[in-house]
């Protein structure tokens, strides 16, 4: 067990997730208090899924040495799918803002939710996708294979869009306070997407050294979530 919890690995897995999950839910927490319309609950879905994700984390890092490779391998691809399940939120919220809710019904989100989810799944069929053991000094580490396929997935169907559609809604917000909170919003959605992204190289590579540094930049996760809350409170 002392192998496989390093203090890095304490720093990332018990800090940064779990008390970073937690600050997740407590956002999420804070927009349903203002209101529980269905923008509300599709941007709190965001915060939601990565409490979850963090939490998964957490389960997984404790069992990875007492239960067989299987387990944990499967764990650590849900606590990854519910990162990146995260990002269609923001996706969706952004739609909702540019389209309205009666364009961008609850059966379209539905719709849209799944299709995201079923190209995840895919993860778990990607042969000898993950590996997490003692060669891998009991951290995960992707094949490129796995790396590129997530990669594409998110990036593609979440974070391009919803890029997009933030500049979109940029353009179109006249109120000076609001564009100042949108562009908030903004680096906040970004530097979410850089942890993702920066995540998935480390795991790939699974240079102890270069996890370590990696580690001082996961902190942004917490002022990327707080931008983001602080981005939108005004149009909720």
């Known amino acids: 067990m002392l192998q496989a919890i390093t203090i890095s690995r304490i720093i990332q897995v018990f800090i940064i997730f779990l008390g970073g999950g937690t600050f ?3 956002l999420s927490y804070l927009i349903l208090r203002k209101n529980k319309k269905r923008i509300n609950l599709t941007i709190c879905g965001f915060f939601i899924f990565i409490f979850l994700g963090g939490l998964f984390n957490v389960i997984y890092a404790l069992l990875t040495t007492h239960v067989d490779e299987s387990i944990v391998v499967t764990l650590h691809i849900i606590t990854y799918i519910f990162f990146c399940v995260a990002q269609i939120f923001l996706l969706l919220f952004n739609l909702i803002l540019w389209k309205s809710e009666k364009l961008l019904t609850l059966k379209k989100q539905v719709i849209i939710l799944s299709i995201y989810s079923a190209f995840l ?16 000094h009991y951290r995960p580490q992707w094949n490129l294979s796995f790396f590129i396929y ?10 391009i869009p919803t890029l997009y559609t933030s500049l979109k809604l940029y353009k179109i917000f006249e109120d000076i306070k609001i564009k100042k909170r949108w562009r908030i919003y903004m680096i ?10 920066g995540v998935g190289v480390m795991i790939l590579i699974n240079d102890p050294f270069l996890r370590q540094i990696w580690n001082i930049y996961d902190i942004s996760v917490l002022i990327g979530a707080f931008f983001i809350y602080y981005g939108v409170v005004r149009q909720l």
């Open 150 to 159: 997530a990669n594409i997935v998110w990036i593609g169907c979440a974070m």
């Open 24 to 26: 997740f839910l407590i």
């Open 121 to 136: 799944l895919v993860l778990f069929f990607i042969p000898e996708g993950v590996r997490i053991n003692e060669n891998t």
């Open 188 to 197: 906040g959605t970004i530097m979410i997407y850089i942890e993702l992204f």
